[in-house]
């Protein structure tokens, strides 16, 4: 029920009450003071209603003003939160750009001083494929195709280079661009099969470069678990790599 309506009861209940008072059937046994301040009572009761009414509306204004307020600052702040939260989400492809970036410009370093430190002999070797010094060329002329961008170049020079079986410290560097180029070529499956194969060369150089790239291979084919799993492996075997700043800021 609400508040008029109880009022208006009570004030009906009053009136009956006053009426009921002032016509008894025994006046003699009322007299005419007592008839005069039951008059009175019933006038400060009423007033005093009519006070409480009024401050009831006023509280209930209030009250009403305040849950306003109250759900434009709720309003407020889910916006607020929505906003941090796109900053935050804006925040992390940034992150996740700059170490691509960072990544890209390492990878090509590397490439660059590899091609330096590959040194040239005017011996001749007779071997019965390529000699150390046609594989080396054949190597660089490999690793320039993918300075260059021409992935399906590259490949086939690193690919035909492996399989020459020739014995030399080059051929894991052979097997990691191999795997760095399907990388690139975004068939990640591929990629992470090749980059396995890095392994097998247990004193490659390359090691920690095919942790990295094989993580983020899982990465992006969305096994979070596996890319993971590797950048653990990366940062506790491998804990002077160059790699290993950028593996804590990825594991999750």
């Given at each position: 029920m609400s508040f008029k309506k109880k009022y208006r009861y009570l004030l009906l209940s009053i009136?009956?009450?006053?009426?009921?008072?002032?016509?008894?059937?025994?006046?003699?046994?009322?007299?005419?003071?007592?008839?005069?301040?039951?008059?009175?009572?019933?006038?400060?009761?009423?007033?005093?209603?009519?006070?409480?009414?009024?401050?009831?509306?006023?509280?209930?204004?209030?009250?009403?003003?305040?849950e306003s307020k109250l759900n434009k600052l709720n309003n407020k702040i889910i916006l607020i939160e929505q906003k941090l939260g796109e900053i935050e989400s804006e925040n992390s492809i940034i992150v996740e750009s700059l170490l691509n970036i960072e990544d890209n410009i390492k990878i090509l370093s590397n490439s660059y001083n590899e091609i330096a430190q590959i040194s040239f002999t005017d011996e001749i070797n007779d071997l019965p494929l390529l000699s150390t010094e046609d594989f080396k060329e054949r190597y660089v002329e490999s690793l320039a195709f993918y300075q260059n961008g021409k992935w399906e170049k590259?490949?086939?020079?690193?690919?035909?280079?492996?399989?020459?079986?020739?014995?030399?410290?080059?051929l894991d560097n052979c097997q990691y661009w191999i795997g760095e180029i399907y990388y690139k070529l975004k068939k990640y499956h591929h990629a992470i099969e090749e980059f396995k194969k890095v392994f097998l060369y247990v004193d490659s150089n390359k090691i920690d470069d095919a942790l990295y790239k094989l993580s983020k291979s899982y990465a992006f084919l969305g096994d979070y678990k596996n890319a993971n799993k590797v950048l653990v492996q990366l940062v506790e075997n491998h804990p002077n790599s160059e790699y290993v700043t950028n593996a804590k800021e990825l594991i999750k």
């Open positions: 009136g009956i009450l006053f009426i009921c008072s002032c016509s008894n059937t025994k006046p003699l046994s009322l007299s005419n003071q007592n008839a005069e301040t039951l008059k009175v009572d019933s006038s400060i009761i009423l007033d005093t209603l009519n006070h409480n009414q009024n401050q009831l509306i006023y509280f209930d204004e209030k009250n009403k003003y305040y590259s490949l086939e020079g690193f690919k035909y280079l492996l399989t020459l079986g020739t014995d030399t410290d080059l």
